[in-house]
């Protein structure tokens, strides 16, 4: 079957540092993408992982172990603005279909 | 700006009353996706064209159907729409993954259904 689980909720103080983990089992796996979601939006491109290792990009950065079924999202120097979902997929073999995890909301305060 | 186009934003229908939600993309995108997301749940993938080929998932309901007229447009019937209907759709698009390997998916603003 297909799997992807990750924390439904997290909290974290503006400027900090969160890490939000994703697992996965799945059928087929051709890369592993990050989107953020805030509430009533469409899903917005964060990060993609094919390969094992850290892939940094600004604020953001994202690691897969594919051995494992395991990513992570690594958000630094929080703002109030990153309160939102942050959903995990896995894209499986062929036409690029994703399986979405259910997201993880974020909420950054003061 | 290049971008995926969604309209309405908001859609109300009646129960078991026809209702047609439309996408359209200037990406110039081969592949169109169409995800059913409920409050609080992943978004679940209903059916995809590449070009022309219609690709429809498993579990996805005989009441759902898609049209695919153009590169440009997609749209997605509900025959006879139910109260567990009631969710936000979402339009994607892609490039060509056959050519490019897996590629970002980009994403429409979205409708939110309502059925009464």
């Known amino acids: 079957g297909q799997n992807i689980d990750q924390p439904t909720e997290m909290t974290a103080t503006e400027g900090a540092i969160v890490q939000i983990n994703c697992t996965y089992q799945?059928?087929?796996?051709?890369?592993l993408f990050w989107y953020q979601q805030h509430a009533g939006e469409a899903p917005t491109f964060l990060s993609y992982?094919?390969?094992?290792g850290l892939e940094e990009k600004g604020r953001f950065s994202s690691f897969l172990s594919r051995s494992k079924g395991y990513s992570y999202l690594l958000l630094k120097e929080l703002q109030m603005k990153d309160s939102a979902s942050y959903l995990c997929?896995?894209?499986?073999?062929?036409?690029?279909?994703?399986?979405f995890g259910a997201g993880t909301r974020l909420a950054v305060h003061p | 700006d290049a971008m995926v186009i969604q309209n309405p934003r908001y859609q109300v229908t009646q129960f078991g009353k026809p209702v047609t939600l439309s996408c359209s993309q200037t990406?110039?995108?081969?592949?169109m996706y169409w995800y059913q997301q409920k409050s609080s749940q992943a978004p679940k993938l209903l059916f995809h064209?590449?070009?022309?080929?219609?690709?429809n998932e498993a579990d996805t309901p005989d009441n759902f159907q898609s049209r695919r007229p153009n590169t440009s447009f997609c749209f997605l019937d509900i025959r006879s729409p139910g109260l567990g209907d009631a969710a936000m759709y979402l339009c994607?698009?892609?490039?060509?993954?056959?050519?490019?390997?897996?590629?970002?998916?980009?994403f429409g603003p979205g409708t939110r259904l309502t059925v009464l």
């Open positions: 994607a698009t892609s490039r060509d993954p056959i050519a490019e390997g897996t590629d970002t998916q980009y």
């Open positions: 799945t059928s087929g796996f051709n890369g």
């Open positions: 992982n094919v390969l094992d």
């Open positions: 997929a896995v894209s499986r073999e062929g036409y690029n279909k994703l399986i």
């Open positions: 990406l110039n995108h081969n592949v």
């Open positions: 064209y590449y070009d022309k080929d219609f690709n």
